[in-house]
């Protein structure tokens, strides 16, 4: 069985950071290319950014680009993303998923065969 868990969410101040973790057990993250998603209350999900298996190709969405990076570390099974310079309305729940497809730069959740259950991201003003 499948399970993908994130960690790392918490309450900061804007212009503060935070580092998210993705762990998985039941599979081999090395196989998968992963993204990390959030969802803010009343609003659809969105794709934040995105690597290959490889972490040699990455995207961001333009409203976290030059603030957050993507990376993962294949031998500890654990995917990243260090979020820099936090905003208010990056204030959501984030989620970690895989793919055993090829990214894109749309970042698209039907794209993602396996999904964590969220971690929350509060950022005050």
């Known amino acids: 069985q499948v399970q993908v868990v994130e960690s790392g969410g918490g309450l900061v101040q804007a212009g503060g950071s935070l580092r998210l973790s993705c762990t998985a057990s039941?599979?081999?993250?090395?196989?998968?290319?992963m993204g990390w998603f959030r969802q803010a209350p009343g609003k659809e999900r969105e794709g934040v950014s995105a690597i290959s298996w490889s972490g040699h190709v990455t995207y961001y969405a333009d409203s976290v680009k030059g603030r957050f990076t993507i990376s993962r570390d294949n031998a500890k099974n654990t995917l990243y993303l260090q979020m820099n310079n936090l905003k208010p309305e990056d204030t959501a729940t984030y989620y970690c998923a895989a793919t055993d497809g090829a990214i894109t730069s749309m970042i698209e959740s039907g794209e993602y065969n396996y999904w964590g259950q969220g971690t929350q991201v509060t950022v005050s003003s």
């Open positions: 039941g599979l081999t993250l090395d196989d998968y290319a």
